[in-house]
C-alpha cells in the first residue's frame, strides 16, 4: 500500500506538471498524454477531475479496494488446512499438482507458493550459487540413453528397494522405470528390453562403472576395454555405444531425476494406496510415468529420432544372460542349481560332451542353443515347456 501511494503521488505531481505546460501551449493533449503513457482522452478525463473535485479527483480509484481477481479466502484457508492435514513433506509445486488433480483446486502456482509462506508453513528457496555449466543435451531423442539404479524406501514400511531407471539424453523422458530387490544384470536387461520394444535401438548408453556393467581390473581405474560384462556383451552385439561415467557429476542427468523421484514417488505411492512391488511396477507404468514426463521432460533440440526399429526382433535374444556349457554324459547341462534335460532332437542322436549355450531371460526363463540352433524351451523351475515334453 505504501508504494502505491507513493507512486499515486508521483502520478499527480507529473500530470499537474504536463497540464501546466499544455495550457502554456508548449505541449498539445496528444503529446502530454505520451508523455504520461495514457490515451489522450483519459488525459482530459484527468483534467475535468482535477478542475471539478481537486487533487483528490486525481486519486487511482483503485487503491483501497480489493481486486475483483484476488483469491476467495475461504479457498485459501482450504489449501492452507489440506497442505498441513496431507502433504506437510511436499514440495510447493508438487503440492499444487495434488491439490489441482485430487481436490479441484482452481488457484495459481504462484498465489498457492506465496500464501503458504506468508503463513510461515515453507520457506522461500534458497537463492542459487553459481555452478559449472551443464553438458549440453544430445540433440536429439534415441542418440543417447541413461540408466541407472537409485536403492530407496520406495514403499512405505517395506525393505529398501532399487529403481531401475531409462531415460533419453535429449529431453530427460524416462522410457522404463520398475522396482526390483536387488539391481544386478538381469535389471539391466528388462530396461533395455523395455525401451527397445517400445522405440527402437539406440545409439549410446551412458552408466556407472557398476560391475555389472564394466569389467574394472583396479578399482578406481579405466574400465577394460576388452573385457566384457554381459550388459557390454549385449549392447555390442546390439551396435550400441557404452559409454562409462567417471563422477557422479557426469551422471548428473540421472541423479537430478532420482532427487526428484526420491522425493516425490513415494509420496504418490503411498497415496495411491500401493504396498506390493508387483502393484507399484503396475502402476508407475500406467499411471505415473505419463504424469512424471508431462511435467519434466522437455522438447529435444532437433525433430525427428534416433531410433531404429528392432525389424529381425533379435533384442530379446541378445539381451539375457550367454553362457557356454559342455553337456553331461546323460544329455543333461547343468546351469546354477538346475539340471536341464535335452529332449531329442532331428539334428543329432544326442549332444554329449558337445558345446551348448544356455540362455537365462530377464523373467528367468532358460533355453539352449547348439550354434544357430534352438534345442530347448525352459521355465524357471528348469523344466521343459509343455509342447516339448510332448514331442521328447
Not at 505546460?21 to 504520461?36: D, K, P, T, W
Not at 488525459?43 to 483528490?56: N, T
Not at 550388459?231 to 550400441?240: K, P
Not at 561415467?245 to 513415494?266: I, K, N, W
Request: glycine share 8%; net charge positive; proline share 5%.
Amino acid at each position: 500500500m505504501v508504494r502505491a501511494e507513493v507512486l499515486q503521488g508521483v502520478r499527480e505531481m507529473r500530470f499537474e506538471a504536463l497540464l501546466e505546460r499544455h495550457e502554456r501551449g508548449e505541449l498539445s493533449q496528444i503529446e502530454a498524454a505520451e508523455m504520461l503513457g495514457i490515451g489522450e482522452r483519459t488525459f482530459r478525463r484527468w483534467r475535468d477531475r482535477l478542475r471539478d473535485e481537486g487533487p483528490a479527483g486525481l486519486r487511482d480509484r483503485r487503491i483501497g479496494k480489493p481486486s475483483s481477481r484476488r483469491a476467495a479466502v475461504e479457498e485459501i484457508a482450504r489449501m492452507l488446512g489440506l497442505y498441513e492435514r496431507l502433504y506437510s513433506d511436499f514440495t510447493v509445486k508438487h503440492f499444487h499438482e495434488q491439490l489441482v488433480k485430487r481436490h479441484d483446486y482452481k488457484l495459481g502456482y504462484t498465489v498457492t507458493r506465496l500464501s503458504l509462506q506468508s503463513a510461515g508453513l515453507v520457506r522461500p528457496a534458497p537463492r542459487r550459487s553459481a555452478h559449472r555449466k551443464k553438458r549440453p543435451r544430445r540433440p536429439m531423442v534415441g542418440m543417447m540413453l541413461h540408466q541407472d539404479g537409485s536403492r530407496h524406501e520406495w514403499l512405505e514400511g517395506q525393505p529398501a528397494l532399487d529403481l531401475i531407471v531409462t531415460l533419453d539424453d535429449a529431453t530427460s523422458a524416462i522410457y522404463s522405470a520398475f522396482l526390483v530387490e536387488e539391481e544386478g544384470t538381469q535389471s539391466s536387461f528388462r530396461g533395455l528390453a523395455e525401451v527397445i520394444g517400445r522405440h527402437g535401438l539406440f545409439c549410446e548408453l551412458y552408466t556407472d562403472r557398476g560391475s555389472h556393467y564394466f569389467h574394472t581390473p583396479k578399482a578406481g581405474e579405466a574400465v577394460s576395454k576388452t573385457v566384457r560384462t554381459q550388459v557390454g556383451r549385449a549392447l555390442a552385439q546390439l551396435g550400441v555405444r557404452h559409454i562409462a561415467a567417471y563422477s557422479p557429476e557426469a551422471r548428473g542427468r540421472s541423479e537430478r531425476a532420482f532427487r526428484t523421484l526420491q522425493d516425490r514417488l513415494p509420496k504418490e505411492l503411498k497415496l495411491a494406496g500401493i504396498k506390493t512391488l508387483e502393484a507399484a511396477n503396475r502402476w508407475i507404468a500406467e499411471s505415473y510415468l505419463p504424469s512424471h514426463n508431462a511435467a519434466f521432460a522437455v522438447a529435444p533440440a532437433e525433430t525427428g529420432s534416433a531410433f531404429v526399429a528392432d525389424r529381425g526382433g533379435q533384442a530379446g535374444e541378445i539381451l539375457c544372460l550367454q553362457e557356454e556349457r559342455r553337456v553331461g554324459n546323460d544329455n543333461t547341462v547343468q546351469w546354477r542349481t538346475l539340471t536341464l534335460q535335452i529332449p531329442p532332437s532331428p539334428l543329432r542322436a544326442h549332444f554329449v560332451r558337445a558345446t551348448v549355450r544356455v540362455h537365462e531371460y530377464p523373467d528367468g526363463r532358460l533355453a539352449i542353443f547348439h550354434g544357430p540352433h534352438r534345442l530347448a524351451d525352459y521355465d524357471p523351475q528348469g523344466n521343459l515347456r509343455d509342447d516339448q515334453k510332448l514331442a521328447a
